[in-house]
């Protein structure tokens, strides 16, 4: 830059949008992250509903026992101060959008509080009844409102509005709405009207729906424009002569202007920015140890100082970055940064082919890296938009996260990174040989046990995820390279896909020995009461339920196959699906009978793989038609079939679920492109693969015959084993619940799903008004039967199988 401007730190109004600023609508990051958070509180909150009611409850009537004890007029003001308050939100934020005058924006918000009124509405009578509120019945309400007023679906309505016109608001106008909600919520608490978990479902139900709103069709562009940004950089003494409105090209988002004839780039923090990056380093936080020693503040007014303090070292250092001209606060939650434009010469990585980067550039990369680390400086956010390469010159961008005390791991995952950065432009050789050129042997072999993906921040690891190997390639050319035989990658995932089904798993299983070894006395007891009669029909369900997989497998491939050789392979393949996770076993099987058979082993694979969508088919179908039978209060049993159609309620949800998608796909392009595609694609693929197979009309009786029979004798097993017991919930009810349970415990990838299929039915058992005894006792027998008794029958099967040379 031709001149420098000392960083500036006067104080100017908030920067706001102005009516020259753009209006295009957006979708926000930081939406997505809010969204999280909020469906985390709120399957976290209806959890604790579900397995812990009479706790709740509890806490219900302290807040009653609480209340009771104010001064009567105190009481009566609390009440009216929340009504007051909540008719105060509606007016907040009508009024905000009748200021706005934007069609759009106001029916986003209106029916976002219909969503959110509507689902609270359906939860509403489940939370009741788990844990009831205890009313006051000595305070009648003196106001042209109830004292019951607001219910739980007004202020879910308020708060999901709230929610989605929030980001979109003026900050007082936001105070304003939410204060209102506030006070309501804590008054609403004391008075036990509504029992505080209602609440928190509320507040969290509400404010996801608002996110899931903004998440799916955006809203009208909350970042200042040019005129405002030009406006505040102007009341700190900063001219700008030109600057265009945001973009994100180069990977961050940035306003490019020029000042004094030079080029500059503007960047704009606020809370936005402060949430994102916030919820990131939380999570990264979770799944990685070891690397990030040292918290730095996401406040925008620090971030902004970190920066100019960052960049200032490095500057010292003798580093090439790009240089900060001023720093404009905003306010408490924003601010102003203008930087020298690097990156208008140049090009970042990104931008870049192989054959436009130099090896001189590569080398300058490392090189200023060096700088960065012999100052004891790591950058932590080397992306390849962070790498602007101008001739065989490099510039490094991006210093607002870097440590100025950081530590060796800290510096091995800067190596790392650029590494994979440089990869992904150049290719693994040469950013190998870059890498080897520039950089201490010494330093490269401590760099080694952090060339993986967890070491990697965020985005740099997103990218390199796509070519398959980099990251594994990058580590072993470079140990090859360093003549190092083994490398001993770096402990650093706290949380893993794999540890977590290892945690799920043990938890299930403790849960279920732990659970039968303290109630096996009253379960002992009860299953004493057996009624054997039930018993044989039980039996004589689960071999039925074997013969309609066989069905099913010999619907899923043209030519002829026997049904009794595919008996014999489904009964073989129960006896390993019994000692192998996800029923790997058994699907090896059928592939190999399929394939001996003299079917093609890619068909082979793809028809196994039918019959599994064929079940999932099933699955769904039999999930929808009996929680709508269930819903019709059956009396009788399996002969006697109940009456009366479906709950409207139950209705309502499936239309509602119908009419939210339909709105969707009409108003997200992308979405409904997406979705469109991959429609066409599985139809196309079904046809290519089984195209004979669909004009079959034998062979897709078969396929989904054999599911429907093999679901439904798996119910009637369950059903005849909970008679087996006394226990005379409807058929319909039993067929629900064992499918909800079935749904559930499929997840915990256990052999059989041995403890969690158990847990879950004797928890939906239990809920359902069963004794914990009987609900154990009829369990067991169901699985012992279902799953047990069949590993006899499929021994043999098995032994028969390999003899004949089945499989």
């Known amino acids: ?453 967890p070491a990697l921040p965020a985005h740099t690891r997103e990218e390199a995820r796509k070519p398959k190997h980099l990251v594994d390639d990058l580590r072993n050319g470079l140990a090859g390279r360093l003549d190092v035989e083994q490398v001993e990658l770096a402990e650093l995932e706290r949380i893993s896909f794999g540890k977590i089904v290892t945690w799920v798993g043990f938890a299930v299983l403790a849960f279920f020995v732990l659970t039968l070894v303290t109630n096996w006395s009253a379960i002992s007891d009860a299953m004493a009461g057996i009624d054997w009669v039930w018993v044989l029909p039980a039996v004589i369900a689960t071999l039925v339920g074997t013969v309609g997989g066989a069905m099913s497998l010999a619907g899923s491939v043209v030519r002829p196959i026997p049904l009794g050789d595919a008996t014999v392979v489904m009964f073989g393949q129960s006896f390993l699906n019994r000692f192998t996770p996800m029923n790997a076993g058994g699907m090896a099987m059928r592939i190999r009978y399929l394939q001996k058979g003299g079917t093609d082993v890619a068909v082979s694979t793809a028809a196994v793989g039918l019959t599994s969508l064929a079940s999932g088919v099933v699955q769904v179908a039999f999930i929808a038609f009996f929680f709508l039978w269930s819903s019709t209060d059956p009396t009788g049993d399996v002969t006697s079939g109940g009456g009366g159609g479906p709950e409207l309620t139950l209705v309502f949800v499936f239309v509602g679920a119908i009419v939210v998608a339909a709105i969707v796909l009409a108003l997200t392009p992308k979405f409904r492109r997406w979705l469109v595609a991959l429609v066409k694609s599985t139809i196309e693929k079904v046809r290519h693969d089984f195209g004979e197979l669909l004009r079959m009309p034998t062979k897709l009786s078969l396929l989904f015959g054999g599911q429907v029979i093999a679901k439904m004798s798996t119910i009637l097993c369950f059903v005849w084993a909970c008679r087996a017991f006394g226990i005379d919930l409807p058929f319909a009810e039993l067929g629900a619940l064992y499918l909800l349970a079935n749904t559930v415990a499929s997840t915990v990838p256990t052999p059989g799903g041995v403890g969690a299929i158990e847990a879950a039915l004797v928890f939906v058992l239990t809920r359902a008004g069963v004794p914990e005894a009987e609900a154990w006792a009829a369990t067991l027998l169901f699985r012992l039967i279902n799953y047990w008794l069949p590993t006899i029958p499929g021994y043999v099967a098995l032994r028969y199988s390999e003899r004949h040379e089945l499989v």
């Open 1 to 453: 830059m031709g001149h420098h401007v000392d960083v500036t730190t006067t104080e100017v109004q908030r920067t706001a949008l102005r009516e020259t600023d753009r209006r295009d609508w957006q979708r926000a990051p930081v939406d997505v992250a809010r969204l999280v958070l909020r469906l985390g509180l709120l399957g976290f909150v209806l959890f604790l509903t579900a397995v812990f009611p009479g706790a709740l409850t509890s806490v219900s009537a302290d807040a009653v026992r609480f209340f009771a004890r104010m001064p009567e007029p105190f009481r009566y003001a609390l009440v009216g101060l929340a009504q007051l308050a909540i008719l105060v939100v509606p007016i907040v934020i009508v009024g905000w959008l009748l200021t706005r005058r934007t069609r759009a924006a106001t029916l986003l918000v209106i029916a976002s509080g219909l969503v959110g009124g509507i689902t609270m509405v359906l939860l509403t009578d489940w939370l009741n009844r788990a844990a009831p509120p205890t009313a006051i019945t000595d305070l009648p309400s003196a106001s042209f409102l109830a004292s019951s007023f607001p219910s739980a679906a007004y202020l879910a309505a308020l708060v999901a509005g709230a929610s989605t016109a929030s980001p979109m608001m003026m900050q007082p106008w936001r105070r304003i709405a939410w204060s209102a909600v506030w006070v309501t919520v804590v008054v609403r608490m004391i008075t036990a009207t509504q029992a505080p978990v209602n609440l928190f479902v509320t507040l969290a139900l509400g404010s996801a729906i608002g996110s899931a709103a903004l998440v799916i069709f955006g809203s009208p562009r909350r970042r200042p424009g040019a005129a405002s940004i030009r406006a505040g950089l102007a009341d700190s003494g900063f001219a700008i002569d030109e600057l265009a409105d945001e973009d994100d090209e180069r990977g961050g988002r940035r306003y490019h202007g020029r000042a004094g004839g030079e080029p500059v780039d503007v960047v704009y923090l606020d809370r936005d920015d402060r949430d994102v990056e916030l919820f990131a380093r939380v999570v990264r936080s979770i799944r990685v140890r070891g690397v990030d020693e040292q918290r730095i503040s996401v406040r925008p007014r620090i971030r902004a100082a970190q920066l100019a303090q960052s960049t200032m070292m490095a500057q010292r250092a003798g580093a090439r970055v790009q240089e900060v001209l001023a720093i404009a606060p905003t306010g408490t939650e924003s601010s102003i940064i203008v930087l020298g434009a690097a990156s208008a010469a140049g090009s970042t990585l990104r931008e870049l082919t192989d054959d436009e980067v130099s090896d001189a550039a590569l080398d300058d990369a490392w090189r200023q890296l060096g700088l960065l680390h012999r100052a004891r400086m790591s950058h932590r956010s080397l992306t390849r938009d962070n790498v602007v390469v101008d001739g065989d010159l490099v510039t490094l961008l991006g210093l607002d996260t870097a440590l100025l005390a950081s530590s060796t791991e800290s510096r091995a995952v800067d190596r790392a990174e650029l590494l994979v950065s440089t990869a992904l432009t150049v290719g693994v050789d040469r950013a190998l040989d870059a890498a080897v050129r520039s950089v201490p042997a010494d330093d490269l072999e401590s760099t080694l046990p952090f060339v993986q993906l």
